[in-house]
C-alpha cells in the first residue's frame, strides 16, 4: 500500500467541530452560529511555513471575492423571514355615493379587513427550503475558499522556487569567477589557453542573463499574488531562504474517505438535496386551499344613531377559501423537483469521480516528486560536487581539460535548479491533496 504523509507546512482551514452534515428532514438548519474568516489552522499538522500562514489569513480578511460570496450568503439568510411570513392582510374601504336603499338607518361607510393562510405546514416548508438553499451557498463559499487557498500557496512557491533558483545562479556565478582566477593565473603563466580565458567569460555572461530573465519573471507573479490579498501590486512577497521535501502520513483510502466526509462539493450537493426535496413537499403544499378571515364594519346614518343612541355600527365576520382547481401548475413543479433530484444523484457520482481522479494524479505527482528529490539529493548533486572539486583540483595540476571542468560546473547549476523544481512540485501536489480534502471554516460577521 502506498503511504502518504501530509507535512505540517498545511494551511487548510479547521470548522467549528465536525463538517456540515444535512438530514433529510424538516428540521431547521442552525445557519446563525456561523464564524467569520479566521486565520487559517492546520487541518493534519502544524503550519510549516508561517508568513504564508499569514498570507492566508490576510486573503480571508481582504478578497474580494470571499467577501462578496459572504454578503450573498448573509443575503441568502435574509430571505428566510420573507419566504416564511404570512401575506399582508387587505383592507377595504367603501363609501355609496349614491345609495339605493331607503332605509335611513344604514349609513354610506363600510371597511373590511382580510387575512390569508396558506395551508398547514406551508410556511415552515418555505422557511426550511431557504435554510437549504442558503447553506448551499455557504458551501459554495468554503469551496471558492479552498480553491483560493490552493492558487494562494502555488503562486507563493512559484515566487518562492523563483527566488531561490536566483540565489542557485548568483552562487554559481561566484563559482565562475573563482575558477576564473583561477585561469587568470594558468593564462598569466602560460599554463592555459586564451581559449579557456573566453570560455568561463561565455560562461560568466550567460549566468548574468540567466539572473536576469528570472528576474523579470518575479514582477508578473508577484502582482498576481498581491491580487489575491487586495494589495498594491508591487507590495513586498517574503519567501523561504530554502525550500525542502516534505513527507505525510495518509493512504489513499483513507484520503478518498476524507475527501468524501469532508470536501464542501459534498455538502453543497446535500443541502440542494434537501433544498428540492422541501420544493417537492411545497408543490404537495400549494395544491393544497388556503382561506382567508376577516371582519366587516358597516357605519350607521348618523341622523338614525341620533334618533337610536342605543344603535352602533353593524359588524359582519367573513370566511373564504383558495380552491386550486387547475391542477397542472402544481403537477409541473413536484415533477421538476423530482427530476432535478435526479440530477443531484448523478451530480454527486460525478463529483466522486473527478476528485478521485484528481487525488490519484496529485499522489503520483507526489510519488514521482519523492523519488526524483532523493536521487538529487542524496546521489547526483552531492556527486557532481565532488567530481567538479577533483576536476578543479586536477585542472590547476594540468591533467584535465577546462571544458571538462566548465561542463560539470554547468551540470551542477542544472542539478540544483531541477532539485528545486522538484520540491515545489511536491508541494503542490501536497497542496492539492489538502484542497481536495478540504474542511471548510465557519463565518459570522462580528456584530452581525
Not at 465536525?18 to 428540521?27: C, D, F, I, R
Not at 459534498?266 to 388556503?290: T, V, Y
Amino acid at each position: 500500500m502506498f503511504v502518504i504523509f501530509v507535512g505540517s507546512f498545511t494551511t487548510l482551514l479547521h470548522a467549528q467541530g465536525s463538517g456540515s452534515t444535512l438530514k433529510q428532514e424538516n428540521t431547521p438548519l442552525n445557519l446563525t452560529s456561523r464564524e467569520s474568516p479566521t486565520a487559517p489552522s492546520p487541518l493534519l499538522g502544524e503550519t510549516f511555513y508561517p508568513q504564508l500562514e499569514e498570507y492566508l489569513q490576510i486573503a480571508v480578511e481582504q478578497n474580494p471575492e470571499l467577501q462578496s460570496l459572504w454578503y450573498q450568503y448573509q443575503s441568502e439568510l435574509e430571505q428566510i423571514p420573507q419566504v416564511g411570513s404570512l401575506p399582508d392582510p387587505e383592507v377595504n374601504i367603501g363609501f355609496t355615493l349614491n345609495p339605493m336603499n331607503s332605509d335611513p338607518v344604514l349609513g354610506r361607510f363600510t371597511a373590511s379587513a382580510m387575512q390569508m393562510f396558506p395551508w398547514f405546514g406551508t410556511l415552515q416548508t418555505r422557511r426550511d427550503m431557504q435554510r437549504a438553499s442558503a447553506e448551499a451557498g455557504y458551501q459554495k463559499l468554503n469551496s471558492r475558499q479552498l480553491e483560493l487557498f490552493r492558487d494562494i500557496q502555488n503562486t507563493w512557491f512559484d515566487l518562492a522556487e523563483l527566488n531561490r533558483q536566483i540565489e542557485i545562479t548568483r552562487e554559481n556565478l561566484q563559482l565562475i569567477r573563482d575558477l576564473e582566477s583561477l585561469v587568470t593565473v594558468r593564462y598569466e603563466t602560460a599554463r592555459a589557453g586564451q581559449a579557456d580565458l573566453l570560455r568561463i567569460q561565455m560562461e560568466e555572461e550567460r549566468l548574468k542573463t540567466v539572473i536576469a530573465n528570472l528576474e523579470d519573471r518575479i514582477n508578473p507573479i508577484q502582482s498576481k499574488f498581491n491580487a489575491y490579498l487586495n494589495r498594491p501590486a508591487n507590495a513586498e512577497v517574503i519567501t523561504p531562504e530554502e525550500i525542502t521535501g516534505r513527507e505525510v502520513h495518509l493512504d489513499r483510502e483513507s484520503l478518498r474517505e476524507k475527501i468524501h466526509e469532508l470536501n464542501p462539493a459534498f455538502n453543497q450537493l446535500d443541502a440542494r438535496e434537501l433544498a428540492l426535496n422541501e420544493q417537492k413537499n411545497l408543490a404537495r403544499l400549494n395544491g393544497m386551499p388556503s382561506f382567508g378571515l376577516g371582519v366587516e364594519v358597516m357605519g350607521r346614518n348618523s341622523a338614525a344613531m341620533a334618533m337610536f343612541p342605543d344603535s352602533g355600527e353593524m359588524y359582519a365576520a367573513m370566511a373564504t377559501i383558495r380552491i386550486p382547481l387547475w391542477r397542472s401548475r402544481y403537477s409541473a413543479q413536484h415533477r421538476q423537483a423530482v427530476q432535478q433530484l435526479r440530477s443531484v444523484d448523478f451530480s454527486r457520482t460525478e463529483t466522486e469521480n473527478q476528485l478521485t481522479a484528481q487525488l490519484d494524479s496529485a499522489l503520483e505527482q507526489y510519488r514521482n516528486s519523492v523519488r526524483s528529490g532523493t536521487l538529487l539529493t542524496e546521489e547526483l548533486i552531492p556527486r557532481t560536487e565532488q567530481a567538479l572539486e577533483i576536476l578543479s583540483e586536477e585542472y590547476a595540476s594540468g591533467n584535465v581539460r577546462f571544458d571538462e571542468v566548465l561542463r560539470m560546473q554547468e551540470q551542477l547549476l542544472d542539478l540544483e535548479m531541477e532539485q528545486i523544481e522538484v520540491w515545489v512540485r511536491q508541494h503542490k501536489a501536497l497542496i492539492n491533496i489538502e484542497t481536495l480534502v478540504g474542511q471548510a471554516p465557519g463565518y459570522q460577521r462580528d456584530g452581525k
